[in-house]
């Protein structure tokens, strides 16, 4: 496991958890439906983040050049009488 995948690996338990302690205090501030509509909208951001996002490695460009193409050679007939 590279040390990026480990890093993203405790972030994102430790946002999770997080996450969890926010929504059980939450619930007891401002109540079961605004806790609702605030998830529904965080999940929602999330969601389109995660689709908008980038890969954070271009595509690298292969080695090998594309083939070209070979011409065709046509034969013409003659017409024999």
Do not use: C, H, W
């Amino acid at each position: 496991m590279t040390k990026s995948r480990f890093r993203n690996t405790v972030l994102g338990i430790g946002a999770t958890a997080a996450a969890l302690a926010v929504g059980y205090f939450g619930v007891q501030q401002f109540g079961s439906n605004n806790m609702f509509t605030i998830a529904a909208a965080v999940g929602g951001g999330g969601a389109i983040s995660y689709v908008l996002q980038r890969p954070s490695q271009p595509e690298t460009p292969s080695t090998d050049p594309e083939p070209q193409p070979t011409p065709v050679k046509t034969q013409r007939r003659r017409n024999k009488l």
